[in-house]
């Protein structure tokens, strides 16, 4: 092997050494100090680490991946009940506020939820002071943000953000106009479009989550 050749291969084995690295760093970040995003996490991640090589960055799956993987190893107790509380309210919500249309989405259901996390909605009107009168009518206090969604590469659109906790759990619920009941905003983690269940949905995961405990101990 020619000596050019034998650097080249070394370097690119370094480069993906460092991704794993940083991946699995910015993966004990986001689950011991909440962070959520997933870009602040890896820059935070290498540079704790001292990886200045942008090409040694992770992809968010990466960081996903590595995420579940951490808390399968030091969270196994912790984290599947913190989700399931999250699912718990999250259907309890989506009853609420069945008028909206609520839809789960983010980390409660793609089972990455921890302590940490919020129970993410999106709801759906063509009027978003509608969904804000109604919470505030139940006597829940808000706060209320802004939220950039990319439905493709060449559209992002600006939404209203509404959150609040209850029992102790944080909710953010995002508000949509109708149509967008259709199509799904893309996913900061694949770049396709986001997931999203409705109550039928959370309800069949725990359940499949209570077959999974009754086998284990069986």
Do not use: Y
Not at 164 to 193: K, N, S, Y
């Amino acid at each position: 092997m020619a000596r050019g050749e034998h650097h080249r291969i070394h370097a690119q084995d370094r480069t993906q050494r460092n991704r794993v690295l940083v991946a699995q760093e910015a993966a004990r970040l986001m689950s011991e100090h909440g962070i959520r995003d997933f870009h602040h996490a890896k820059l935070k991640a290498a540079e704790r680490l001292g990886i200045l090589d942008a090409q040694a960055l992770p992809r968010n799956n990466e960081i996903e991946d590595a995420l579940r993987e951490h808390q399968r190893l030091f969270q196994a107790d912790s984290q599947p009940h913190a989700l399931r509380l999250r699912r718990e309210a999250a259907i309890e919500a989506m009853r609420f506020m069945r008028g909206f249309d609520a839809r789960l989405v983010g980390a409660v259901l793609e089972g990455t939820a921890d302590e940490h996390s919020a129970v993410c909605l999106h709801v759906f009107s063509d009027d978003p002071e509608a969904v804000t009168l109604f919470l505030r009518e139940q006597g829940i206090p808000l706060e209320t943000q802004s939220r950039r969604l990319r439905w493709s590469n060449a559209e992002q659109t600006e939404h209203p953000v509404l959150l609040f906790g209850a029992d102790g759990i944080p909710f953010d619920i995002t508000v949509l106009p109708i149509d967008a009941m259709r199509q799904a905003p893309l996913d900061r983690v694949d770049e396709r479009p986001m997931r999203r269940a409705t109550i039928a949905m959370v309800q069949s995961l725990l359940t499949d989550e209570d077959l999974n405990e009754f086998n284990k101990a069986r």
